[in-house]
């Protein structure tokens, strides 16, 4: 295979270097396939690209089209993933090992998509409950938040060159802040092979994404105020990067997310025979060959019950001795080498360390088979287990990380011991507890949860269907305390707040309702000579309110409506069993007066409202006695455009409506929000 020079995007256009650059080498067979450089590449000039054109681009989009984007570009990707599969094979992953890469990559850019519908169909979002600031409820405050007005610079990890820009990129973009993407150039080529096709796929607007395939040195020198870096590589690089002064100076967020020393704890309840004993070998054995154990949430240190670690050396010697290392591209194979050659020397060195206070166990060195490739021209490494007999004192598996198929044994007498253990770490992405028992699982979670990022507990119940130690899930926060960085990225609707800024806004309820396109309680109603019911959903304005007939609840509703639901509590029909209680007599059912508000506000007759959605939130506020009379006054508090299934399917949306329900004297005996998707005009 010939020596091509990767591209950089900057600008708007693909660049070539002028110099060659790095050589970057198939971790397999030694040769070099690629080069990379950065040289010639401005970036400041680039960053301001990003503000100046890909920002407000991005910015003119609502969360839902940007989603749209999102999962637009999702499926381009899916239809060309064979062609990354080829060049993962490079860096030395498996087909496994590339799924996890490749496609759960593109699975972050579906998540995220599906994550529009928890956003409103706008630029911006509304932030929690409003808050009442004056006593006559003419003043409120409220909080917005708007896409930060810089671009997110991205410098990932070796590791995962495709996981690691989609799971970010997924989050940004859906905010609707640009990026700068820097894979780490070891394996860049993959990172480019993908960003190629994103590139001409036209999906995003122009300037939403660059890429750097050489060295970033120096790009911090132009961040700004808006602007957002994350780093995914060594603690100590992390480190250096976050104490640059322009971060300081300019307010500028950095998130660190760090390899870490992650455990897996074995319940003092497991013994060999159960079924979570084999879990937690399988599990083991999964997180030190799967990459070949370069993933920052790897299990670094198998935590057991003393009297339980030859019964674990035995069955991780078994399982492992069947595990067949060598050429990825080839069906028997479970376990590639290293992404490259500097890495097994690297994590060669790093057992010597270990060697010197505790003892392998399991593998050597020097002494294994590799299928289908020469072991050494690739960057081949067995898997390597440690014991050590005196955790506490001889402390370099809680301090030394080999970023490869190494891992340690250590023994521990007490749940308390194990809590211990794992917190010597100082600070872990992922820990994980197998149990039968769930008073254990809640001790040991509850001991480490403050120095841990995520806690996987496994027991046989969801061991099928569990993701495993070592996947972060788009969904969850990814992150952890302490060495791990004290980052957090990803975590579903958290991961994009924190490209998100958050502005407090004052004033009447009226002019709040105008800005956030939510009606707050106070604010002006306008009420149409029109049934709100027999308006389209484009027809609508938040504010409409329907002022409705009133209704005096007698003894013969409350047991009607007792008779019809079969509920008879006491409050509702026994008089003579209130004493005690807040109610001065029989009392209407809070359903009953919700039931009775729908009858007051519905109109019958077939119209555009196609049917009721739900409710999301209800209070009754004061009781309801025979004799009192009861109105209602329904407003338009919020809508939501649907998207169209099937070009079959009706065009529609959701209309959240706010009911209040009030007395004779005016005071609200119950409050609620329902939901009716509403058919639109235009087909």
Same mark, same amino acid.
């Given at each position: 295979m010939s020596v091509t020079q990767l591209r950089n995007y900057a600008e708007g256009n693909w660049v070539k270097s002028r110099n060659a650059g790095e050589t970057l080498h198939n971790a397999v067979t030694g040769s070099a396939i690629f080069t990379a450089s950065s040289e010639g590449l401005n970036f400041g000039d680039m960053m301001q690209y990003a503000r100046k054109v890909g920002g407000p681009a991005l910015r003119k989009l609502t969360f839902h089209e940007r989603g749209r984007m999102l999962k637009a570009l999702a499926m381009h990707l899916m239809e060309r993933k064979e062609d990354f599969y080829q060049v993962s094979a490079y860096t030395g992953a498996t087909r496994a090992d590339s799924w996890v890469d490749i496609e759960g990559g593109i699975g972050n850019l579906f998540t995220y998509a599906s994550l529009r519908r928890q956003f409103p169909d706008e630029r911006f979002y509304v932030d929690g409950d409003a808050a009442k600031l004056s006593k006559n409820n003419t003043f409120i405050g409220h909080h917005i938040m708007v896409p930060r007005e810089g671009v997110a610079i991205h410098i990932n990890a070796f590791n995962f060159p495709v996981w690691g820009m989609l799971e970010k990129i997924a989050v940004n973009l859906l905010a609707g802040v640009p990026a700068i993407v820097k894979p780490a150039t070891l394996t860049s080529y993959l990172t480019e092979a993908v960003f190629v096709e994103i590139i001409n796929s036209g999906i995003l607007p122009e300037g939403s994404l660059q890429l750097i395939c050489g060295s970033a040195r120096?790009? =911090?020198?132009?961040?700004?105020?808006?602007?957002?870096?994350?780093?995914?590589? #060594?603690?100590?690089?992390?480190? #250096?990067?976050?104490?640059?002064?322009?971060?300081?100076?300019?307010?500028?967020?950095?998130?660190?997310?760090?390899?870490?020393?992650?455990?897996?704890?074995?319940?003092m309840d497991v013994h060999p025979g159960m079924p979570e004993f084999d879990i937690f070998i399988k599990e083991v054995v999964r997180e030190i060959t799967t990459k070949a154990g370069q993933k920052c949430t790897a299990i670094r240190r198998i935590i057991v019950p003393a009297d339980r670690v030859e019964d674990v050396q035995i069955a991780l010697g078994k399982r492992l001795a069947s595990n067949t290392i060598g050429d990825p591209t080839l069906k028997e194979v479970r376990m590639g080498p290293l992404a490259g050659i500097s890495q097994r020397n690297e994590v060669r060195e790093k057992v010597q360390q270990l060697a010197k206070s505790q003892s392998i166990v399991i593998g050597n060195l020097d002494q294994f088979e590799v299928i289908g490739a020469d072991?050494?021209?690739?960057?081949? =490494?067995?898997?390597?287990?440690?014991?050590?007999? #005196?955790? %506490?004192?001889?402390?370099?598996?809680?301090?030394?990380?080999?970023?490869?198929?190494?891992? &340690?044994?250590?023994? %521990? /007498? &007490? &749940?308390?011991?194990?809590?211990?253990?794992?917190?010597?770490?100082?600070?872990?992405?992922?820990?994980?507890?197998?149990?039968?028992?769930?008073?254990?699982?809640?001790?040991?979670?509850?001991?480490?949860?403050?120095?841990?990022?995520?806690?996987?507990?496994? /027991?046989?119940?969801?061991?099928k269907e569990s993701t495993g130690h070592g996947s972060p899930m788009p969904l969850l926060v990814h992150g952890g305390p302490g060495r791990a960085g004290g980052g957090e990225e990803m975590g579903g609707k958290r991961g994009v707040m924190h490209y998100l800024h958050r502005t407090a806004i004052q004033g009447s309820p009226t002019t709040i309702t105008r800005i956030t396109n939510v009606y707050q309680q106070g604010a002006k109603q306008h009420e149409p000579e029109v049934h709100l019911f027999k308006k389209h959903f484009e027809d609508l304005r938040v504010g409409d309110t329907l002022v409705t007939a009133k209704h005096t609840v007698t003894e013969a509703d409350?047991? /009607?409506?007792?008779?019809? #639901?079969?509920?008879?509590? %006491?409050?509702?029909?026994?008089?003579?069993?209130?004493?005690? &209680?807040?109610?001065?007599?029989?009392?209407?059912?809070? %359903?009953?007066?919700?039931? *009775?508000?729908?009858?007051?506000?519905?109109?019958?007759? *077939?119209?555009?409202?196609?049917?009721?959605?739900?409710?999301?939130?209800?209070?009754?506020?004061?009781p309801v006695y025979p004799g009192m009379t009861i109105g209602v006054k329904l407003t338009v508090k919020e809508k939501t455009a649907q998207e169209k299934r099937t070009p079959e399917d009706v065009t529609k949306g959701i209309v959240k409506w706010l009911v209040d329900v009030y007395d004779e004297t005016g005071e609200t005996v119950a409050i609620v929000t329902i939901l009716t998707m509403v058919r639109m005009r235009i087909q």
């Open positions: 120096g790009i =911090l020198d132009h961040v700004e105020t808006g602007d957002v870096v994350t780093f995914t590589g #060594s603690a100590s690089t992390g480190q #250096s990067l976050k104490m640059h002064p322009r971060l300081t100076s300019e307010a500028v967020p950095f998130n660190l997310e760090a390899d870490s020393l992650n455990c897996c704890i074995l319940g072991k050494e021209k690739g960057a081949f =490494l067995p898997p390597v287990i440690f014991f050590n007999d #005196s955790p %506490y004192q001889k402390t370099d598996c809680h301090n030394i990380e080999a970023f490869g198929p190494v891992s &340690t044994i250590i023994p %521990y /007498n &007490t &749940t308390e011991d194990a809590i211990a253990l794992a917190r010597m770490g100082k600070g872990s992405l992922v820990g994980s507890v197998v149990t039968q028992d769930d008073d254990i699982a809640k001790e040991i979670v509850l001991g480490t949860a403050g120095m841990h990022g995520r806690i996987l507990i496994l /027991n046989a119940e969801c061991a409350i047991t /009607n409506f007792a008779n019809v #639901s079969g509920d008879n509590f %006491y409050a509702h029909m026994d008089a003579t069993s209130l004493e005690g &209680t807040i109610f001065e007599k029989r009392v209407a059912h809070g %359903y009953f007066v919700l039931s *009775k508000a729908a009858g007051l506000f519905v109109d019958a007759k *077939k119209g555009p409202v196609l049917l009721n959605y739900g409710i999301d939130e209800a209070r009754f506020t004061k």
